[in-house]
């Protein structure tokens, strides 16, 4: 094959016809870039300095694979970390205007998490403006995951959205000195009654219902399930 002037071997060509035909899951880019400063004490102020250079390494990982031949792409936003066991530990308070009154998550640290995806979605916008005959899907983790915290027994998480379901005890069963898995941690017989795992990662179960979320319901943009069949999703 060739393609601006270049020969491509069989096996270059056979890794161009997999780009082409893929759906490109981007990981959650982000989460630790963030999680690191936060845990180290470090101001909102300094993190969200850090937001502009995180989503200028994404949207230049995206050109590079559009570049290699990806023609579908799905970029996900960041979870809602206001209402992980881990940050609602660091940051208990007793300030009752820092809480969300119905899902009892932290606000300012789930706008933080919006401000990061308001960015990706303006950059991601740009990219799709350069690149037309690629499809960008925005994966809405955020919503996608807030609706398990605002509705947790409407899903079955009878045992609440904001405790871990293995942890080292305390009011959200999250111990930085003791996590998951180290003496004398306990973790819950029944880990699908639980959205939140070890205080920083979520269960299967609540992933399945994410997953749901983008595949079958309102949760990205464009809506993947009105792409099936077209062109973007073809094989």
């Given at each position: 094959?060739?393609?601006?002037?270049?020969?491509?071997?069989?096996?270059?060509?056979?890794?161009?016809?997999?780009?082409?035909?893929?759906?490109?899951?981007?990981?959650?880019?982000g989460?630790?870039?963030?999680?690191?400063?936060?845990?180290?004490?470090?101001?909102?102020?300094?993190?969200?300095?850090?937001?502009?250079?995180?989503?200028?390494?994404?949207?230049?990982?995206?050109?590079?694979?559009?570049?290699?031949?990806?023609?579908?792409?799905?970029v996900?936003?960041?979870?809602?970390?206001?209402?992980?066991?881990?940050?609602?530990?660091?940051?208990?308070?007793?300030?009752?205007?820092?809480?969300?009154?119905?899902?009892?998550?932290?606000?300012?640290l789930?706008?933080?998490a919006?401000?990061?995806?308001?960015?990706?979605?303006?950059?991601?916008?740009?990219?799709?403006?350069?690149?037309?005959?690629?499809?960008?899907?925005?994966?809405?983790?955020?919503?996608a995951?807030?609706?398990?915290?605002?509705?947790?027994?409407?899903?079955?998480?009878?045992?609440?959205?904001?405790?871990?379901?293995?942890?080292?005890?305390?009011?959200?069963?999250?111990?930085?000195?003791?996590?998951?898995?180290?003496?004398?941690?306990?973790?819950?017989?029944?880990?699908?009654?639980?959205?939140?795992?070890?205080?920083?990662?979520?269960?299967?179960?609540?992933?399945?219902?994410?997953?749901?979320?983008?595949?079958?319901?309102?949760?990205?943009?464009?809506?993947?399930?009105?792409?099936?069949?077209?062109?973007?999703?073809?094989?």
């Amino acid at each position: 094959m060739m393609n601006g002037g270049r020969k491509y071997t069989i096996a270059e060509d056979e890794g161009l016809e997999v780009l082409r035909s893929s759906l490109l899951l981007l990981g959650e880019i982000g989460g630790n870039d963030y999680n690191h400063p936060f845990f180290a004490g470090q101001s909102i102020e300094e993190i969200q300095q850090y937001v502009s250079p995180v989503i200028g390494a994404i949207a230049s990982f995206i050109k590079e694979l559009i570049e290699l031949g990806a023609v579908t792409l799905m970029v996900p936003g960041n979870l809602p970390i206001g209402c992980s066991s881990s940050y609602l530990t660091l940051f208990k308070g007793s300030n009752k205007e820092e809480y969300d009154p119905e899902t009892g998550c932290l606000t300012w640290l789930n706008k933080f998490a919006e401000y990061h995806n308001e960015l990706l979605r303006n950059e991601l916008n740009l990219i799709q403006q350069l690149h037309p005959h690629a499809t960008i899907i925005y994966a809405d983790y955020y919503n996608a995951a807030m609706q398990l915290y605002r509705s947790p027994k409407k899903f079955g998480f009878t045992r609440g959205a904001l405790s871990a379901c293995c942890g080292g005890g305390g009011s959200y069963n999250y111990n930085p000195s003791v996590l998951c898995g180290i003496p004398p941690s306990t973790v819950s017989g029944e880990p699908s009654l639980y959205v939140n795992w070890d205080g920083l990662h979520l269960t299967e179960a609540a992933y399945r219902w994410i997953f749901r979320g983008l595949f079958e319901g309102p949760y990205t943009i464009p809506q993947i399930n009105t792409l099936c069949g077209s062109r973007a999703l073809s094989a």
